[in-house]
């Protein structure tokens, strides 16, 4: 893997997609030496919205300085709703199990019954390598929790119609505004004008070059593999988020 490093930056924009590979495992460990926090786990559960019993590994902002780990910091926006930033970006909670150490997130843009709603935000690789916490000695991180079945969808906005797209190009017609009609300039092309289409790849398969004439304007990891899917079912999977678990990897030297 690491032999080809060079070559592999040459596919552009799926770069980010590889960077995770090329990191060491003396950096994962330095990080998590260098950056951890302990977790505490003798404070009473916090609530916000229709979620219960939020417990380490994770706390709330408004929480006592001592519970939970500050690198999992939960916020509660009007009360109602949870949130969660990784990497700089904010996620909405929809859910945390604590019997298969998951927590379920999705996309504040994306709105369940607006196909032109997509993710502000790419979601690749590169923001499930943190954070990393503390716990005995150990440090955890969280992880994708769907790589073998997972698609990644690579939103382009083209100059020109493509006629006959191949098999891994998503027309986007199917997604009707609100007078019932397809308007070709959306999702991908915000604020532009061309056609709209997502490229549809998987976690480990073949990467495809970008058309020719056509932009990438995000790339986004769904846990499900998505060929042969509608526009609007796969919106459907977006709007249902993503699901991240968090595990232990090794005891710290």
């Given at each position: 893997m690491y032999e080809h490093k060079e070559d592999s930056c040459r596919m552009g924009p799926y770069c980010i997609i590889l960077s995770l590979e090329w990191a060491t495992e003396e950096d994962e460990l330095d990080f998590a030496r260098g950056a951890h926090q302990e977790i505490t786990n003798d404070c009473a559960p916090s609530s916000c919205g229709n979620?219960?019993?939020?417990?380490?590994?994770?706390?709330?902002?408004?929480?006592?300085?001592?519970?939970?780990?500050?690198?999992?910091?939960?916020?509660?926006?009007?009360?109602?709703?949870?949130t969660l930033h990784l990497n700089m970006v904010k996620y909405y909670v929809e859910?945390?199990?604590?019997?298969?150490?998951?927590i379920r997130l999705v996309d504040?843009?994306?709105?369940?019954?607006?196909?032109?709603?997509?993710?502000?935000?790419?979601?690749?690789?590169?923001?499930?390598?943190?954070?990393?916490?503390?716990?005995?000695?150990?440090?955890?991180?969280?992880?994708?929790?769907?790589?073998?079945?997972?698609?990644?969808?690579?939103f382009i906005c083209c100059e020109n119609e493509i006629l006959n797209p191949p098999g891994y190009i998503m027309d986007t017609?199917?997604?009707?505004?609100?007078?019932?009609?397809?308007?070709?300039?959306?999702?991908?092309?915000?604020?532009?004008?061309?056609?709209?289409?997502?490229?549809?790849?998987?976690?480990?398969?073949?990467?495809?070059?970008?058309?020719?004439?056509?932009?990438?304007?995000?790339?986004?990891?769904?846990?499900?593999?998505?060929?042969?899917m509608s526009y609007t079912d796969v919106h459907d999977i977006l709007a249902d988020g993503f699901e991240l678990q968090w595990a232990k990897n090794k005891k710290l030297l």
């Open positions: 979620i219960l019993n939020i417990s380490s590994p994770f706390r709330l902002n408004t929480d006592p300085g001592s519970c939970g780990n500050g690198l999992v910091e939960l916020a509660c926006e009007d009360n109602v709703r949870l859910a945390i199990n604590y019997s298969d150490s998951t504040p843009a994306v709105q369940k019954d607006d196909c032109f709603s997509i993710p502000h935000h790419s979601l690749t690789e590169t923001v499930f390598y943190s954070p990393y916490f503390i716990d005995n000695n150990s440090y955890y991180r969280f992880d994708y929790k769907y790589w073998e079945e997972s698609s990644v969808l690579t017609s199917s997604c009707k505004n609100s007078s019932g009609t397809a308007h070709n300039s959306s999702p991908s092309c915000v604020n532009m004008e061309g056609h709209s289409y997502v490229m549809v790849g998987g976690y480990d398969k073949e990467i495809k070059d970008v058309p020719d004439l056509c932009r990438v304007n995000l790339m986004y990891t769904v846990p499900k593999n998505v060929r042969n």
